[in-house]
């Protein structure tokens, strides 16, 4: 059974930074999607960025290009989202996201969701 478990959520002023974390375990293929998901009250989940593990670019959202880099440690089963220039309205909680296929950039193509951190950001 897959289980992802994110971290490094908190608060920031604007313009600072944070790095999420998220640790995967159960694939049974070393080749799959994984990706960043974010939630604001009140709005639909949008997908942030994401990457597959068999190779590729990573995809980004317009609204993070340039800010956000999607990055993943497979010595470790670690993905991370290092995430610089913050503001206000980057303000959600963050899930990590996979699934067996190569894209999910979308919620419907998700299979497997971590549980949330989230991320605050202050003007």
């Known amino acids: 059974q897959v289980q992802l478990v994110e971290s490094g959520g908190g608060s920031v002023q604007s313009g600072g930074s944070l790095r999420l974390s998220c640790t995967a375990s159960?694939?049974?293929?070393?080749?799959?999607?994984m990706a960043w998901f974010r939630q604001a009250p009140g709005k639909d989940r949008e997908g942030v960025a994401s990457i597959y593990t068999g190779g590729g670019s990573a995809y980004y959202a317009d609204s993070v290009k340039g800010r956000f880099t999607i990055s993943q440690d497979n010595a470790k089963n670690t993905l991370y989202l290092h995430m610089n220039a913050l503001e206000p309205e980057d303000t959600a909680m963050y899930y990590c996201?996979?699934?067996?296929?190569?894209?999910?950039?979308?919620?419907?193509?998700?299979?497997?969701w971590g549980q949330g951190t989230q991320v605050t950001v202050s003007s």
């Open positions: 159960g694939f049974t293929s070393s080749k799959y999607c």
């Open positions: 996201a996979a699934t067996d296929g190569v894209w999910c950039v979308r919620t419907v193509q998700v299979e497997y």
